[in-house]
């Protein structure tokens, strides 16, 4: 093509390449007949010797639009995302309504105390009788949020390294937490935490996340003599021929027994797969077939929790980069460098063959980072282009797609409000994009190297999504307020690069990260 260079020519025959595999693949699963269509640049004129009218005839083709139908395995999982979406948001979409008016009340309230104490000086008590008499359940609603806020940030600010720990034999490459999905904070004291991670040597770990990895109905801890930070849990150590690059842990369901997987992890690596990996209580450990709370710390040298192969997903024609839970648990997504993302049904899936539902392209470059909506209506993909997408999984289609970094985008999260996403990559600069705008609202000078991981606070009563996380190449975690995008502290302890960063649930509001130099670490 005119103007082009020579690395512009190799970008558009690597996408030609990656086309001609995904149609291959298509064609073998009978969803498409014919030949290929290449791109005009790369056809061969016919006709009269001028080849005008044939490329005339042939744009014509090109810019017709075709769509693949989708499979009833598809259908029916858009039918049972678009019921999931639509009641979390109704949820959440409440729950903001009252805080917008309890801030408005709250404000005003603050105002009339404050020309109330101007009017009477002397008599401070009246003062904060008249302000409290005049707020209402959504005021105080708001007043809490804000109290909670300031402790978080208050302990945030104090946060010192508690524990580290030699996670593997080579770099550690990602680290994940259990989580809760929101609406079901009574279950966060009942459910363990726990942290997995995956590095270059192909092994998946189970790690334990606190003090209160378990704990009885009245929020006591039951064991804290016996539980230690950071003790390893489980482990399988070979679970991919080479590097993990990227690890998710399924959110938790109410129900915890030993004949049940606690939870699942999925894994992306280089080899070309992703895996699906089952975490179940060891009974020999546990001494019985049912879960005894009292006796989860033995002191055996067998460890709580087998970790079993579930599901290997094949399909990618290059690296795998990323994966990520859908918030129903129930789907899985991966990207890959052939310029594309899937995504995979986790019941359905086996070790025999992973049950692929979608297949999206849209990438011109490497795509590398995913992440889902709170609601599960949305996922945002990621490429080395400097674009940031997002993909209504409702309706198959592009919902909106955002530019501003100058490299690559390397990571995105959603906020657990469910209006904000944040991007970072290659430029050092976390972006924060409004979704119901379709802009950005703040852009952070965060780190002076590659930023690899984000995570917001988790979307608990506890936490409620105030501040997040952030890793980079030049070997510091970071914490920032999600009110006003200011940095809250700066966990240095790594040498080297950290490769990964994540935050604990629970009121304690701690942070793991994972480095280059194969150690774990928890902040506190």
């Not at 009978?30 to 490329?55: K, N, R, S």
């Not at 064991?223 to 003790?231: H, K, R, T, V």
């Not at 995979?344 to 392209?361: H, N």
């Not at 972006?431 to 609202?441: C, G, Q, T, V």
């Amino acid at each position: 093509i005119f103007g082009e260079d020579l690395a512009a020519i190799r970008d558009r025959l690597r996408m030609v390449m990656a086309r001609w595999e995904v149609w291959k693949e298509q064609q073998e699963q009978g969803l498409v007949e014919g030949q290929m269509q290449l791109p005009i640049p790369m056809q061969m004129p016919t006709g009269d010797g001028h080849g005008v009218d044939d490329a005339a005839v042939a744009a014509e083709e090109i810019t017709e639009t075709t769509y693949t139908h989708a499979t009833p395995e598809l259908i029916n999982a858009r039918k049972m995302m678009c019921d999931y979406s639509l009641g979390r948001s109704r949820y959440r979409l409440e729950m903001e309504r009252q805080r917008r008016k309890g801030m408005v009340r709250w404000t005003r309230s603050k105002k009339r105390a404050r020309l109330f104490n101007k009017e009477e000086d002397d008599d401070e008590g009246a003062s904060n009788l008249y302000n409290e008499a005049g707020l209402k359940e959504e005021s105080k609603l708001v007043k809490e949020m804000d109290d909670n806020c300031d402790k978080i940030y208050k302990s945030i600010r104090n946060q010192a390294l508690e524990g580290s720990q030699y996670g593997d034999v080579r770099p550690l490459s990602a680290v994940c937490t259990s989580s809760v999905p929101s609406g079901m904070d009574i279950a966060v004291g009942r459910m363990p935490k726990i942290i997995a991670t995956g590095g270059w040597s192909g092994g998946i770990k189970i790690w334990n996340g606190g003090e209160d990895h378990y704990s009885n109905d009245s929020g006591r801890n039951t064991n804290a003599s016996d539980a230690a930070p950071l003790d390893l849990l489980g482990a399988k150590n070979i679970v991919h021929e080479d590097r993990i690059m990227g690890i998710a842990m399924k959110p938790y369901t109410t129900s915890i027994t030993s004949t049940e997987p606690l939870t699942m992890v999925a894994s992306a690596s280089i080899d070309l797969s992703a895996k699906l990996c089952t975490v179940k209580l060891n009974e020999e450990a546990n001494g019985g077939d049912s879960m005894d709370v009292e006796n989860l710390n033995t002191k055996d040298n067998k460890l709580r929790y087998n970790i079993e192969e579930y599901a290997h997903l094949k399909g990618h024609a290059a690296r795998l980069c990323s994966v990520a839970f859908h918030p129903t648990g129930k789907f899985v997504a991966t990207t890959s460098f052939d310029h594309t993302w899937r995504l995979w049904d986790v019941e359905t899936s086996s070790m025999a063959e992973g049950k692929e539902l979608l297949l999206q392209d849209g990438h011109a470059r490497e795509v590398y980072g995913v992440g889902f909506h709170p609601d599960g209506s949305l996922v945002a993909t990621t490429d080395f282009g400097g674009v940031v997408q997002c993909w209504d999984l409702r309706t198959g289609k592009s919902a909106c797609h955002f530019l501003g970094h100058a490299k690559r985008v390397i990571c995105s999260e959603f906020s657990p409000n469910g209006f904000q996403l944040a991007t970072a990559g290659d430029d050092g600069t976390i972006k924060i994009w409004d979704l119901r705008r379709r802009r950005p609202s703040a852009s952070i000078p965060a780190h002076t190297n590659l930023i690899t991981q984000l995570k917001f606070a988790h979307s608990s009563s506890s936490q409620n999504g105030e501040f997040l996380t952030s890793s980079s190449f030049d070997g510091t975690g970071k914490v920032w307020s999600t009110r006003d995008w200011k940095l809250l502290t700066s966990l240095q302890g790594h040498e080297g690069k950290v490769m990964g960063i994540d935050v604990l649930d629970g009121p304690s509001c701690g942070v793991v990260t994972c480095g280059f130099d194969k150690t774990l670490k928890l902040w506190q």
